[in-house]
């Protein structure tokens, strides 16, 4: 039966129906269904696409700051009543074809999303994870790994010191290294003290020991249950399948009272500050590291022209460089950038929030005075008309790339709606609430003022919070936990040490023990006849005039049309290289067109969603020695608007402003402060790029473009702008000139038909306009010598930890191996070793196919030596305990395929059909990859192994990025190699 055949009243398996709601803006009808027996709530947006998705979710507040809907998240993903294998979600993905798999924990609730483009797959997923979730093992041993649990520092040794583990406790001791982080943690815990909104759902390391396992079984027996469930699937799959489906699924189940409240806030009658530390590195300066936050409990999201006209007002105030209060901020010098700031309506209790970072102290006022005097100025002379339409149109925009982008962004908007007890379609109709909030606008635009008054310049309910940085925090947190364990261990009898050592042992045992052949075999698999045996290509055409390819990809983006120019940068002095991350930035952030770069600012507002670049540089398919750097600078625009973006992007090209060194010196101080606080989100990312930098030429480039060398090149800027300015202006003059040109130059455009030919006249006329390109300079390629153990200090009490193998020129036949390697290492033998047992978040494998390296990287990881071993030994294991058996070769097989197997969408589109022609991955490439790897054989992977992985290992790099006082206890070890450590 048709979704538009259903109505409401019928009844489907157990569900009535009730509600059907064309959505013709995304091509899709939402079917409202509830289960009669068990209360569950079942919602379907049909919608003819490749991929099916699904979404469970729950009602989750969480009770206190122990982080317990979090640690029940990983938790119920450990095996359950009908697949009682311990990790189901990673069997899962080692052996299905999902293209996205994943959990996560929200301020409110807690959410298992699932999807695939194989209908069987799909129905594998949810039969996995509705068992997980409605009956999972949860068994004591299953909290200690995932939330915490007691250890000795020497496993089994009663008198030495004891530690504490736990996956999700190292996650979070990661999380609270971020500045960015702790702002808004401690924000929402200063705004909403009355609410669940007030505690951290994700966990405070410093709380997450305290809670119990009777705690944490007794959250999940009250709030997962179908009565407080919501499902929502997304796709093509008919809704009377689905609901088939379910209903048998919740056919055992009867209603039950679930109350899961958030609490109300009380609205304050006066304001809040506060002044909280947060970590810097030890011996760090603190000049100019202060952040100071302004934040407003401002509105329930419940009322769609409250909550719209928010959007439209931060937009407004902060959405371009040329935005008032944006403006007004940056050009007070009061600080060196904003911190991430605006509207946030993930929750019912949404809030604004606005401040900078690279400040005092002392300036906290003159910041908040700041805030008041440009809120007060745009109430007294009202809002411009232009730029509230730009606000609009940017709102607009944004709604249509999400909606075109990913599924999950629609089941998500479904999902809000369930929670604040709004129709599930309340969110999808955007287009509707924009159109209504523009209607209000012209009527009567002092709602606007009007809000702005009341929310914000005369809204009590506000804090100003600022962070100041301590070099003596983290050893002061690490001091007190330390002083608490060793409190506890002196409170503890002979006989409980032996219980804690014997607990920790079971635990070791539990976790080194396989699964069981007959509890694997539960698992539904999907075999290699499921798999595709040719590659998805969207379709589209190739095309070449003037030096310039034209790639057009004809694709259903909800009226967005995405470009995306790539200029080759041989042509580029290689000693211009390390000036590239700041032309990137002066590209996007400048004047342009003869316009300052506010009123080009505005200019981009009102018609596109602004411009990014990014700069990349990658091999060729069987040559990783090629050497390709980009400079490739993207936007997109709303079909009406599509002129006046390419106008833009062709004004930045040929007509960049680098004059303006008032503004060239702003750009340097933000991002200079953009990098230093996002340090430990990105240590994954700094320890590979440095430790792979001297074994390529490409991997150079990118360290020198992205990785640490950007962070100190801003750096050295933003201390000495006056002295190094002059250089930096020449440089970047070279580059304005060197940069655009039309030899090499390739343009891709995804869309629909008829705004691909307005994009391919705008290219052949825009390539004419270019210049030819020069000679490819001979590139000197120089070496980087670099130690081999190198460490990277910044404040973070957890590591990254990161080893990177050069394999050179791999055989053809062979690649597909090292793909299958790093897959089934990834979500077996890491996994097992350095998440499960070493408790660290995140770990993985890697094969770079087009720059020929090969990499393991862990991250929020407790451990360094143990982890790096584990690395070293994951060749030996591949090659002598791998299970390469027929059955379980074929099952790996299938998983690695997920890497494969994406559905292209909108940006992602246009950017993966340019990268795969400048590579060389054409559609024949990755066919015989393929049919290589659907015929892999053990003999294959042994053979990779001995011919290109141990080889490789002999020449290994490893880069470590943690704390100082973590590398100094490393370089302390007689057992490790020495390490070269540098501060970052």
Known sequence: MAAQDLQPGMMLHGFHVDAVTRLDDLRATLVELGHQASGARLCHLRAEDQENAGLIAFRTPPPDDTGLPHILEHTVLCGSKTYPVKDPFVELLKTSLATHLNAFTMPDCTGYPFSSMNRRDFFNLADVYCDAVFHPLLTREHFMQEGHH??????????????????????????????????????????FPDTAYGRDYGGDPAAIPTLTYEQFAAFHRKYYHPSNACIFVFGA?????????????????????????????????????????????????????????????????????????????????????????????????????LTRSGYVDYQRDAYFCVGLKGTEPERADEIAAVVTRTLERLVEQGLDKAELAAAFHQ???????????????LLHYCLHGWLYGLPPAHFLRMNEHLAALRASAQDDARCFRELIRSVLIGNPHRALLTFVPDAACHERERAAMAASLEARKRRMTPAELERTAAEAARLDALQSTPNPPEALATLPVLSLADVPRQPHDPPGTVESFNGTTFIATDLFTNGVTYVTAAFDLR????????????????????????????????????????????????????????????????????????????????????ALDLGDTRRLRDVVLQKRAQLRTSLSDWDTFYACS??????????????????????????????????????????????????????????????????????RDWARALSARLPCAPRHKAAAHHHTVAPACEGLAIPTSVAAN?????????????????????????????????????????????????????????????????????FDRAIDHVRTAMDLSPAALEKAIVGTFRKLDKPLRGADACEEVLLRHISGESHAFRSAFRRRLLALTAGDVRRACDEVLAPALERKRICVVSSKENLERLNADAASPRFAVQTV
């Not at 048998?248 to 006066?270: K, S």
């Not at 928010?310 to 209060?325: E, Q, R, S, T, V």
């Not at 709102?395 to 962004?409: D, F, K, Q, T």
């Not at 060398?709 to 300015?725: I, K, N, P, T």
């Open 237 to 337: 799959i008919p809704t009377e399948e689905h609901a088939a489906y379910f209903g048998r699924l919740l056919a055992p189940y009867t209603r039950q009272p679930v109350v899961a409240e958030t609490g109300v806030q009380r609205r304050w009658a006066a304001p809040v500050r506060r002044t909280i530390p947060y970590p810097v590195a030890a011996g760090e300066g603190t000049e100019r590291k202060t952040a100071v936050m302004l934040a407003f409990f401002t509105n329930e999201i419940t009322n769609p022209q409250h909550d719209f006209a928010m959007k439209a007002i931060d937009y407004y105030l902060l959405g371009n460089a040329g935005a008032p209060l944006r403006k007004a901020l940056i050009d007070a010098r009061l600080g060196e950038g």
């Open 802 to 870: 990161a080893t990177v193998l050069p394999l050179g020129r791999v055989p053809q036949e062979l690649m597909p191996a090292l793909l299958f390697i790093s897959s089934h290492l990834s979500y077996g033998y890491l996994w097992e070793h350095v998440r499960v047992k070493g408790t660290a978040y995140h770990v993985r494998a890697s094969y770079d196919l087009l720059n020929g390296l090969f990499s393991f990287v862990s991250g929020d990881d407790p451990q360094i030596t143990a982890t790096l071993a584990v």
């Open 690 to 759: 440095f430790a792979a930098r001297g074994l390529t030429p490409n991997a150079r480039f990118i360290e020198r473009t992205q990785g640490v060398s950007r962070v100190r090149l801003f750096d050295r800027m933003a201390d000495g702008f006056d002295a190094h300015a002059p250089e930096a202006l020449r440089a970047l003059e070279q580059l304005r000139a060197a940069v655009p040109h039309r030899g090499r130059l390739v343009i891709s455009a995804t869309g629909d038909r008829a705004q691909l030919g307005r994009v």
């Open 395 to 409: 709102m607009e925009l944004a709604a249509r790339r999400r909606v075109s982008v990913n599924p999950g962004y």
């Open 571 to 654: 042509v580029v002095d290689e000693s211009l290289d390390e000036w590239l991350p700041l032309y990137a930035e002066a590209f996007t952030k400048m004047g342009a067109g003869g316009m300052d770069y506010a009123t080009m600012a505005r200019r981009e507002a009102a018609c596109s969603g602004g411009t990014v670049v990014r700069i990349d540089a990658d091999g060729r398919v069987g040559d990783p020695a090629c050497h390709q750097p980009l400079f490739m600078t993207s936007s997109s625009a709303l079909d009406t608007r599509l002129d006046d973006m390419l106008a833009i992007i062709q004004d930045r090209l040929l």
């Open 150 to 191: 007691l250890a000795f520092e020497t496993p089994g040794d009663t008198a030495s010191p004891l530690v504490l583990k736990g996956i999700v406790y190292s996650e979070m001791c990661g999380a609270y290294a971020s500045l960015e982080g702790r702002i808004h943690r401690e924000m929402t815990r200063t705004l």
